[in-house]
């Protein structure tokens, strides 16, 4: 139900001696299980996240259920677009093909307390605790022919239309499946199976849009936008935040600048980042991605020695990863949709507007600011089984081979799916003021 990612608010304080990164092997309960899939289906899904509709095509649900049943060893890998509902659909998606499908989590999650980890672990959740068995437990649990589902992406991506850079654990985990069904003479298939989704509005959510602009723009001590049309605001939204973060860590302010020339003074900020980072840390090229990870993992170990430099430069590194989910390359169209607007809006909240009650409430669960419709889709299964060498060397190649296919074939339904919404999605679509102006003649 959950992903195999940090949350997005902070874990509460430990119990004394309940140590949250101690890893249990799950405990299911049918009946538990059973009982929280109806409420989901029927409470959780239409009336907290506002989804109205699943359009979940036979065919494509007969796919999933050829690949994960009896017999075969099936790890499922959705995208991650959005906190909360993505675990819900989830849960969804394990009820009407498994029910007892197992499901990755954080560990910050399944052992928030005593208490919360009995819940969890009965509800088959496995802990991505560091060094723990989560990896043996899903192999053998798949084996047993119920599924496995993990996002690869890791983390909450927050933007609908694009595939992040995947992390090898579900290959890795397949792999592992079918070197134990051959060693014990067995033949039996072993899928990884690619699952995507776009959400959509099903109607114009204008009004819903401009709220939530209003709520970050008071609670961050923003200009207010009353009275500008939802683009407009937008767009003014998106620069403040920029001049208000740079004010915030000491950064220079992009000289000025406008609407049109938004991503190259995001880019200008993002230089001086990585330019301070790097002065300290060495080099960051390549993915960002594993930058990151890389690079928090350091400053996990600097924090002991120097709090206060640490405390920095993890506010840089925030700071780059916000810009870094908000590219030209994705929101830099001459229109924007109203999926992409409250996208956005829902990680300004995550990342930045985190005090206090509510805002914590509504980050831990983000409600939709309008009715919504799911649409899933299985793209072709990858037969991992197929691909299963011995042979040291050609394994690597073909492990890392199955993961960009899986990447690639993610993305490519994504597309096809934005494709088919297209024509609907454009009764809402606005002007995009951040598109960057072509060059005069």
């Known amino acids: ?114 208490i919360q980890r009995a819940f969890w672990l009965r509800n088959n959740l496995i802990a991505n605790a560091p060094g723990g068995g989560g990896k043996e ?47 014990a003479g067995g033949d039996r298939p072993v899928f990884v199976v690619p699952l995507v989704w ?52 000491g950064l220079p302010a992009p000289s000025a600048f406008d609407d049109a020339s938004y991503f190259v003074a995001q880019r200008d900020v993002v230089r001086e980042i990585r330019r301070r980072l790097e002065a300290r840390h060495g080099s960051l090229e390549g993915d960002f991605n594993r930058v990151q990870h890389g690079l928090r993992r350091a400053l996990r170990e600097l924090r002991p020695a120097d ?28 229109t924007l949709a109203q999926e992409e607007v409250a996208e956005n809006l829902k990680r300004t909240r995550a990342a930045l507007v985190t005090r206090g009650f509510g805002d914590a409430l509504h980050n831990a669960v983000p409600m939709a600011v309008g009715p919504r419709v799911a649409h899933l889709r299985v793209p072709e299964p990858l037969a991992v089984h197929e691909a299963f060498t011995e042979d040291a060397d050609l394994a690597e190649r073909r492990r890392a081979e199955l993961l960009s296919t899986l990447r690639r074939r993610m993305q490519d339904a994504l597309d096809a799916l934005g494709a088919e919404l297209a024509a609907p999605g454009d009764r809402w679509g606005m002007p995009n003021p951040l598109a960057p102006q072509p060059p005069g003649p």
Request: charged content about 25%; aromatic content about 8%; glycine content about 6%.
């Open 1 to 114: 139900m959950a992903p195999a990612a940090a949350a997005s608010t902070q874990a509460p304080p430990p119990h004394r001696g309940f140590d949250p990164r101690e890893y249990r092997d799950p405990r299911p309960s049918s009946a538990l299980i059973h009982a929280l899939g109806l409420l989901n289906r029927f409470v959780v899904l239409p009336r907290v996240l506002r989804l109205r509709a699943l359009d979940f095509p036979p065919a494509d649900l007969a796919r999933l259920r050829a690949a994960v049943r009896p017999g075969t060893a099936a790890f499922l890998g959705p995208v991650h677009p959005e906190f909360m509902t993505d675990w819900m659909l989830d849960k969804e998606v394990s009820r009407r093909v498994s029910p007892l499908m197992a499901h990755w989590a954080s560990y910050e999650i399944v052992n928030a307390g005593p």
């Open 307 to 334: 709090p206060e430099d640490a405390r920095r430069d993890r506010a840089l590194l925030d700071e780059w990863e916000r810009i870094e989910r908000f590219p030209a390359d994705l929101y830099g169209a001459p």
């Open 198 to 249: 776009k959400l959509r509005f099903v109607r114009d959510v204008s009004a819903g849009l401009a709220r939530e602009m209003a709520h970050i723009e008071r609670r961050l001590a923003l200009p207010a936008g009353d009275g500008l049309p939802v683009e407009r605001r937008f767009a003014a939204l998106q620069r403040h935040l920029l001049l208000r973060q740079c004010g915030r860590l």
């Open 137 to 183: 437990r899903s192999v053998r649990w798949a084996l047993a022919g119920h599924g496995v589902l993990l996002h690869p992406e890791g983390s909450v991506s927050w933007h609908g239309g694009r595939v992040d850079p995947l992390v090898p654990g579900i290959v890795e985990m397949a792999w592992e499946a079918c070197r134990r069904a051959r060693a």
